[in-house]
């Protein structure tokens, strides 16, 4: 999600207690393309397992409808507090909670309820940001509180905010006998000198390691680790299929090769027309041959030239399955890390029919070059939260 012409990467890693089967954290995003704005819950629901699924689920679903809605906070933790199940035991309803809102001009609301505090980390550091206590009455619990902050986001700002297995993650050692708080700090501030450009995706799990390794490798609770980073977006291209008119031919090969980032070119046909239009050759990448896919190609000023429907078509079902290939080096697989490692993703689509595609004896499930691309988009929007535009030629 693009704010004031920077990018919102959000990205969330978790590891399940010991060898639970279910994680008792819950983290939700959600981008709002047409306003422009950033939800983001993580809630940590009372001990592990089902229970504390059920209660983090519920606690993060509310919360995240009622900020959608602009509802007062406090009136939003309120009912969430009295709909959550109490538990048998212990005669409490309890999930604590961290709701970032970020609207299209990088304003921030950030509100805590008995979650470790979050990081904010500007130019290198960790600042800290002013915050307001507000009193939370329930029948239950006596002397809770939720803390709200407001601040502007800048760019290059780093927000991290996790559970408790990340804080007290190490806990009851010689070396950190009250946890990792202080310790998980230090480990961000070294992390982003070390690799400035690091990505929220490698941040969050690179946390979540360490918060495992400080446990032994076996976590004594759930472990969540968020981190929202605002950044200059990275561009990515991907041309498939050659114009509706070949007079356009021209102002297609223009297009691409002026676009200020990574490029992709999805299609025989459409490699040809760039590779006419330029005068740059098209060599055969006779590695990716095993793949099951026709293989990949090399032109210069493109970073990648494979086959077209096939292809994206394969890279569709990837993403709905949620998989990698089991051969890296394949043109599906090489293209999904370029989508992954990209913000802003723009599709060109050329609308000229390609007989080939209307042969009644292939396969069902290849359908036209059209469809697939609204498949991969919507895809990409509602699972990786990426910002996708198609235009058509």
């Known amino acids: 999600m693009r704010t ?18 279910v994680c008792g954290d819950t983290f939700l995003s959600h981008k709002f393309k047409e306003e422009g704005r950033v939800i983001s819950v993580l809630s940590d629901g009372l001990g592990s397992g089902i229970k504390a699924s059920v209660l983090s689920t519920i606690t993060s679903t509310m919360l995240m409808n009622f900020t959608a809605m602009n509802e007062d906070i406090v009136a939003a933790t309120s009912s969430v507090l009295k709909t959550l199940p109490r538990d048998a035991v212990r005669k409490i309803s309890y999930s604590t909670f961290c709701v970032c809102d970020i609207d299209c001009f990088g304003r921030t609301r950030i509100a805590e309820y008995e979650s470790p505090a979050y990081y904010l980390f500007r130019n290198g550091r960790c600042v800290e ?16 509180a939720m803390w709200l902050s407001q601040f502007q986001m800048e760019k290059e700002d780093r927000l991290i905010f996790f559970s408790d297995g990340i804080s007290q993650s190490g806990m009851g050692t ?23 450009s690091l990505s929220a995706k ?13 446990d032994a490798f076996q976590l004594k609770d759930d472990t969540s680790c968020c981190v929202i ?25 223009r297009t691409v090769m002026e676009f200020q980032g990574k490029r992709i070119i999805c299609g025989g046909t459409t490699a040809n027309i760039i590779s ?7 060599e055969i990448d006779l590695s990716s041959v095993h ?31 949620d998989r990698r290939e089991e051969s890296p080096d394949n043109p599906a697989d090489r293209m999904l890390q370029m989508l992954a490692d990209s913000d802003k993703i723009t599709f060109l689509v050329g ?43």
């Open 4 to 21: 004031n012409g920077d990018f919102i990467e959000v990205d969330c890693f978790q590891r399940n207690k010991g060898n639970n089967i």
């Open 129 to 144: 940001m002013d915050k307001f206590r507000i009193p939370v009455r329930r029948d239950d619990m006596e002397n809770t």
């Open 174 to 196: 010689p070396s950190m006998p009250f946890g990792w708080d202080s310790g998980c700090r230090e480990f961000i501030a070294r992390c982003i000198a070390e690799q400035p």
């Open 202 to 214: 490698a941040l969050a799990r690179a946390i979540v390691a360490e918060a495992e390794k400080n």
């Open 229 to 253: 980073y605002m950044r200059r977006p990275r561009n990515l291209l991907i041309c498939t299929g050659p114009p509706f008119d070949e007079k356009n031919d021209a102002a297609l090969s």
């Open 276 to 282: 006419r239009e330029t005068g740059h050759s098209i």
């Open 291 to 321: 793949s099951g896919l026709p293989p990949a190609a090399r032109m210069e000023g493109i970073d990648l030239v494979t086959e077209g429907i096939l292809t994206l078509s394969r890279v569709e079902r990837l993403l709905a399955e």
């Open 351 to 393: 609308t000229r029919i390609n007989i080939a595609h209307q042969d009644p004896t292939l396969p069902v499930e290849l359908e036209i070059r059209r469809n697939v691309v609204k498949k991969i988009k919507s895809l990409l929007e509602r699972k990786w939260l990426k910002d996708v535009d198609i235009k058509y030629i």
